[in-house]
C-alpha cells in the first residue's frame, strides 16, 4: 500500500461487521484489517467470530452473514488476547472507527477479560476526514474520491480496502491535509475528538463531571446525585450502559451517601 508519509511505527485499517450498533449489547462477527508496518511490508487478516447471540435480519440484510455462516466459528474472546498482540504495536485508522469501530472494539475486549488501551495511539478516522471536507458516506467517498463504485460495500475486507483507498485519495486531493500521522490525528480531533463512554455521558470541568446529555444535561452529577436519585439508579439498572459510566454514577451516589 502507498502512502504518501513515512511511518513512524504499524498502521493498522481496520473495520467492523456486527449484529448491531449498540456497544454494550451487540458483538463483532467479522473482522478484517490491513496492517501497514513502516517498513513497507502489509499484512491483511479476515476474522470471523460467533457472537452467541442471533444476528438479527436488519443486520445480515446489511453485511449478508447469516447465524449458520459463523455457527462454528468462535467467540471473539478465544482470540482476543491474539488480537490485542497484533494490534498492540500499531496505531489505528479506518472508516467511522472513533464513533463505532473502536467503542465497539473496547467493549469487546474488556468483555473478555483483555487489557487493550488506546491512549496514546493516533486514530486516523477518514469518515472524519471526508464529512469534514464532503459530507457523505463510503459508497459516495469511493465515487467521489476514486471514480468508481464501491462494490464491496458492507463486507469488512471491502469496505478497509476502499477505506485505505480514499485515504490515499484525499491527501492526493486536498494540499491543506496535513502529511503525516500526527497532523492527521490533530485534524480528525478538531473535528470529532474520540470520546470514551465515560466522555459521552460527561465532560470533565476540572472541578467536577458534568452531564453531556439526557434530561439533566448542564448539570453536575454532584448534584444530581444528591437532587435526582431515581435518575442514576435508573442509569444503574440500564442493559446497555458501559461498565465504566456504571462505575462513575455509583461512586457518585455513595460519595453522596458519605
Partial sequence: MDLPFALKRPLAFFDLETTG?????????????????????????????????????????????????????????RRARALAALLDDADLAGFNIRRFDVPML????????????????????????FHREERRDLSAAARFYLDREHQEAHTALGDIRTSAAVLSAQLARYDHLPRDL?????????????????????????????????????????????????????????????????AVVRSALESVGD
Avoid at 451487540?26 to 513497507?40: F, M, N, Q, T
Wanted: charged content about 30%; some cysteine.
Fill in 106 to 129: 473496547l467493549a469487546e475486549f474488556q468483555r473478555a477479560g483483555v487489557a487493550f488501551d488506546v491512549g496514546g495511539r493516533l486514530m486516523i478516522d477518514m469518515q472524519t476526514i
Fill in 182 to 246: 500526527d497532523g492527521l490525528q490533530a485534524y480528525c480531533d478538531e473535528f470529532a475528538p474520540f470520546l470514551t463512554a465515560v466522555d459521552r455521558w460527561f465532560e470533565d470541568t476540572g472541578e467536577g463531571l458534568i452531564f453531556r446529555r439526557g434530561k439533566h444535561r448542564g448539570r453536575a452529577l454532584e448534584e444530581v446525585a444528591r437532587e435526582e436519585t431515581d435518575y442514576l439508579t435508573w442509569m444503574l439498572g440500564a442493559d446497555d450502559m458501559d461498565p465504566e459510566v456504571v
Fill in 21 to 77: 450498533l449498540s456497544i454494550q449489547r451487540d458483538r463483532i462477527i467479522e473482522l478484517a484489517l490491513i496492517k501497514v508496518h513502516p517498513s513497507g511490508d502489509v499484512v491483511e487478516k479476515v476474522r470471523r467470530f460467533n457472537p452467541g447471540i442471533p444476528i438479527p435480519p436488519e443486520a445480515t440484510e446489511v453485511h449478508g452473514i447469516t447465524d449458520a455462516d459463523v455457527a462454528h466459528e468462535e467467540p471473539f474472546g
